[in-house]
């Protein structure tokens, strides 16, 4: 539904066009607010044509490297773009994606895989996880963390479970100790339909079960993260990588699925057509779910404390056993979403 950008008025006249280097708009007018206005179909004030824009994400996710898709498009096509400018594009839309996105459900898969690879954020090695159902090769969930912790493993599986209607038969991994415990105390202690679930681990290549799938996907990964010689920060880390998934996932054939992607085959059907980038970034424009998502997101990058209160009363956070300071607020919220299962009778606020 159209809606006014000021105001979200539904009460609007048609105030002929507008006419830019992009195209012609259909130009409204607002009966409440008296602005005029066109309708946000996701590129605008972005200066360039959406085709443009769309192609450098392909590319990007494809292997080419900022500077060789800058250098492209002024050879093939005389359009002069900064590598900074498809740079924003892709951290702006890679985030937008992805939370417009986030609330999807998969068809079940009886296996599911885990597994971990080293990515390189401001010159120290941090650890991408992820999880994959073997039947579609859907990506569910993946997060990125300093350490390989097992409340990172948990958390890792609690949001697979989300996704999954049904629960599947194996969750196999390798040999990490976190994932043992992560599993028992995602798995095990939830709800009974949950409870059949075998951990399959300390898999080799040769085995019946194993990880093959899962190691084919992080190759692919780690095919775009050589180009790229690293990150410079959590936060284009974070978005990067999500961008990679949502590729992955929506955009990207898949020669094992007969050239259809994952999501098509885990019955996410989006009707995004031939140029399902911008299919994507059109779904970005439902401002009131995205708006939503965003209200809960919090970007801090300096040091955080924890203060514990109990019916209302403060109390010290390490009679209890927990740190009370982080030097990031990601870091303090993973703990907090941690020891809020251990002590479900405590309130906790990050500062």
């Known amino acids: 539904m159209i809606k006014c950008r000021f105001c979200n008025s539904t ?51 494809n292997g080419l490297s900022l500077r060789k898709i800058s250098n492209h498009l002024y050879s093939c096509y005389d359009i002069k773009v900064s590598y900074v400018t498809i740079y924003k594009w892709i951290i702006d839309y890679s985030r937008r994606i992805s939370m417009a996105i986030s609330n999807y459900v998969v068809n079940s898969s009886k296996n599911i895989h885990a597994d971990e690879i080293m990515i390189n954020i401001g ?19 993946s997060i990125i963390t300093k350490t390989r912790e097992i409340h990172y493993a948990r958390k890792l599986f609690e949001e697979t479970k989300i996704h999954l209607p049904e629960r599947p038969r194996n969750v196999i991994t390798d040999g990490l100790p976190a994932y043992k415990k992560a599993f028992s105390k995602a ?53 990067i990588m999500s961008g990679f998934v949502v590729y992955y996932n929506f955009v990207r054939p898949h020669m094992g699925l007969d050239y259809a992607t994952p999501a098509q085959t885990a ?4 009707n995004l057509g031939t140029n399902r980038w911008m299919k994507l970034i059109n779904l970005t424009t439902n401002k009131e779910r995205v708006n939503n998502i ?17 019916d209302g009363v403060e109390i010290n956070p390490e009679k209890k056993g927990m740190k009370s300071k982080f030097k990031n607020y990601d870091r303090a919220k993973e703990s907090v979403e941690f020891y809020k299962q251990i002590y479900p009778d405590l309130e906790f606020k990050i500062e």
């Open 123 to 141: 010159g120290e090695w941090h650890w991408f996880w992820s999880v994959l159902c073997e039947d579609n090769r859907m990506i569910t969930s």
């Open 267 to 270: 019955g996410i059907d989006l």
């Open 11 to 61: 009460n609007f006249e048609r105030n002929g066009h507008r006419y830019n280097n992009k195209g012609t708009y259909q130009r409204y007018i607002c009966n409440e607010c008296n602005r005029s206005f066109i309708v946000d179909n996701g590129f605008l004030h972005k200066g360039f044509k959406d085709k443009i824009i769309t192609s450098c994400l392909d590319l990007y996710f």
């Open 187 to 239: 798995f095990w202690r939830s709800e009974k339909s949950y409870n059949s679930i075998k951990h399959v681990r300390l898999i080799k290549f040769i085995d019946r079960v194993n990880n093959n799938v899962m190691e084919r996907v992080n190759g692919t990964m780690k095919d775009k993260i050589k180009i790229m010689r690293g990150f410079k920060s959590i936060e284009g880390a974070t978005a």
């Open 294 to 310: 965003l209200s809960d997101v919090k970007i801090h990058t300096g040091p955080c404390i924890v203060r514990v209160f109990k």
